[in-house]
């Protein structure tokens, strides 16, 4: 191995030129056992990451004024900006308590990743007059939630 090291001063001296060095030649005698090497396995290729992105909505715009106990069809363009194919496992979760009546959770369209895909609730509006406001989130099969919220907000006309 060489090795160069180039020193320059301050002032008017010249730079000292870089001087050689050889590192020694390492030999193993036949007889002499070799370490062990530690090996390190590489983490698997098959791991894939969930990820949403809420792209616009396609149904029930923000502040629609809405009647009492109306049906509502809400439906949310994403892309899945992951790399996991959404299956049969992956659900869309309400995570607020909310004043809608509607399922909790609902399968999610199935979307490979990097494709399109529409997130879809069916509610119905409260009886009581006022704004409501609530909202989705993605969850893996391993109960893991992922991507952005994706909500509703209506407003219950008398």
């Known amino acids: 191995m060489l090795v160069a090291v180039a ?3 301050c002032g008017s001296q010249p730079p000292i030129e870089p001087t050689p060095y050889l590192a020694p030649a390492v030999t193993v005698a036949p007889s002499q056992t070799q ?3 530690a090996t390190v396995a590489a ?3 098959d791991v894939c990451v969930n990820a ?5 909505d396609l149904t029930v715009p923000d502040g629609m004024s809405v009647a009492p106990g109306e049906r509502l069809d809400k439906r949310w363009a994403v892309q899945n900006s992951g790399s996991c194919d959404w299956g049969p496992g992956y659900r869309l979760v309400q995570v607020d308590s909310g004043s809608l009546e509607g399922r909790d959770e609902s ?3 199935p979307a490979r990743a990097g494709e399109d895909a529409v997130w879809q609730v069916e509610l119905i509006a409260p009886q009581e007059p006022g704004e409501y406001l609530a909202s989705w989130q993605a969850r893996a ?3 893991e939630f992922f991507g952005e919220q994706v909500f509703v907000l209506i407003e219950v006309q008398r």
């Open 35 to 37: 370490p062990a090497v």
């Open 141 to 143: 099969p391993n109960g």
């Open 43 to 45: 983490a698997p290729t």
């Open 107 to 109: 399968a999610l369209y």
């Open 52 to 56: 949403a992105i809420f792209v616009e």
């Open 7 to 9: 020193l320059t001063g």
